[in-house]
């Protein structure tokens, strides 16, 4: 699309948003298009261009537990203002082997892997005595067997890759089936959800750690004007970015931008 028609098809978008009586229709058109748009099936190219980044993030070690804070549940503040306080003042997994684990269950599965940092933490707090992982990039299965080996759990984890959206997992194996910010890039989620239920044992439990918002990050018009007014409302100095400057305002990333770097963000997170 040119950038003149695309000017255009944003302006009558906006036009249909401000229109009274229209507005509705156009959020639960934008929301049947999205619904129809994760029922199709991904290309080839678009499977390929994920297994790298997700692969590409792995062999970097672009992971939370590893890379330098960017996002806010990097942030140690909210973690323990905010989240943990409402676990009772326990952190993730301390608050799931307290609750859940009391004693270790036998084998879990982590969905969407990683670089294995998860898996790891349940071995080491007890969560669970063993652990697989499944992940769609094959870098990325090749960094969770190295790590693994580097920490001395060799033994009690196991790594495959595998497309968890055409997966069939085998009956009653897991007592622990975790997905740890993996569901909001999947698409089958009726697929997932029903091979998840198949491999779990009777009493397994499903634990599940989700972003949940906007497809793709889109963030409604109204909702980013009220994200700015409150960021006009900071003091300077809580607006001051790590690389130097000031926050002046949140602009949403594309949709091309999003699809562009990875085609399974936040695609069914709605």
Partial sequence: MS????ARAKGWREWLKGV?????????????????RGALPLGGRARRRIASVWGGDAVRGDSPTRRAPREWLDSEQVL????????????????????????PRELGLSLCCGDGHVERDFVRYGLCAAAEGVDVAPEAVAVCQQEAEAAG?????????????RTRL??????????WMALHHLRRLDHVF?????????GGIF?????????????????????????????EYLRRLRGGGIKERFDPPTLAEIIGHD?????CSH
């Fill in 3 to 6: 950038g003149r028609a695309g």
């Fill in 20 to 36: 009274p009586g229209l507005a509705a229709g156009y959020g639960a058109l934008r929301a049947g298009w999205w619904r129809l």
């Fill in 80 to 103: 323990w203002g905010y989240v943990f306080s409402r676990f009772g003042g326990k952190d993730w997994y301390h608050y799931l082997a307290e609750r859940y684990c009391r004693e």
């Fill in 153 to 165: 759990l060799s033994d009690r984890l196991r790594y495959w890759a595998g497309d968890v959206e």
């Fill in 170 to 179: 085998p009956r009653e194996r897991y007592d622990i089936v975790v997905a």
């Fill in 194 to 202: 029903g091979e998840v239920r198949r491999a779990l044992k009777p």
């Fill in 207 to 235: 634990i599940v750690n989700e972003y949940v918002g906007p497809a793709r990050f889109q963030v409604p018009s109204r909702q980013v004007a009220v994200i700015n007014a409150v960021l006009q409302a900071l003091p």
């Fill in 263 to 267: 085609p399974s963000e936040a695609v």
